[in-house]
């Protein structure tokens, strides 16, 4: 699947979605994408960051992953999200970057991309599916394609059955309980083949 450009954009705090952005990459590379891993940029007052030793090491350790940017989303054919859930929706780092996308959507530079999200919570129905759903709403404001992973391939059952996008508990270890990874790379490859599909096409 040659010419397609894939960006994962994640938010993270804690280092979950941040690993299932880097595991996406590798399925999208291994469709033969090129790729862009990418992080929405941290609004959270420092004091609040200081207050968790854990979000403040997991802030510092990624720095050098580049913050998303809206020429990311006009480059990318195709675009995955991942981001944990905050009371059944998305986080409000992850809904002020859409915020800004208004004038790529009123000129048409997100429609028809494919797109499909990934979620995490800490027990296995605490709004993963609701938070995958907020983000699909927005996309389908732009005009984009959702490219759910359903139940075309058996490693979704394994990592949990969510056909809407994979998603994953963690524990109070923060370590995640489920086995994602096979199914993070599955919908990131399928993602990344419909996307060149839809470019072909086009």
């Known amino acids: 699947m040659t010419n397609v450009k894939t960006a994962i954009i994640y938010y993270s705090s804690g280092g979950t979605n941040h690993q299932l952005a880097e595991w996406a990459g590798e399925g999208a590379k291994e469709a033969g994408a090129e790729v862009k891993v990418l992080r929405v940029a941290e609004t959270a007052p420092q004091a609040v960051i200081d207050s968790s030793p854990s979000w403040r090491a997991h802030l510092e350790a990624t720095q050098c992953v580049p913050e998303v940017t809206l020429a990311d989303l006009e480059w990318a054919d195709a675009i995955i999200f991942s ?3 905050r009371f059944g929706n998305m986080p409000a780092q992850m809904k002020q970057f859409f915020d ?3 004038g790529l959507w009123f000129h048409g530079k997100l429609a028809n991309k494919a797109v499909s999200a990934m979620s995490s919570a800490q027990n296995p129905h605490g709004g993963q599916e609701a938070t995958i759903l907020s983000l699909y709403t927005t996309m389908y404001h732009w ?3 959702v490219v759910a992973p359903g139940f075309t391939d058996p490693v979704t059952f394994g990592a949990g059955g969510n056909p809407y ?3 994953v508990t963690v ?3 923060g370590k995640m309980i489920e086995d994602v990874q096979a199914a993070v790379k599955h919908q990131a490859k399928r993602t990344t083949t419909i996307a060149g599909l839809l470019k072909k096409g086009s």
Do not use: F, L, R
Request: proline share 7%; no cysteine.
């Open 83 to 85: 981001v944990p859930t």
């Open 100 to 102: 800004t996308t208004g």
């Open 143 to 145: 005009g984009a394609i």
């Open 171 to 173: 524990g109070q270890d």
């Open 165 to 167: 996008g994979t998603s």
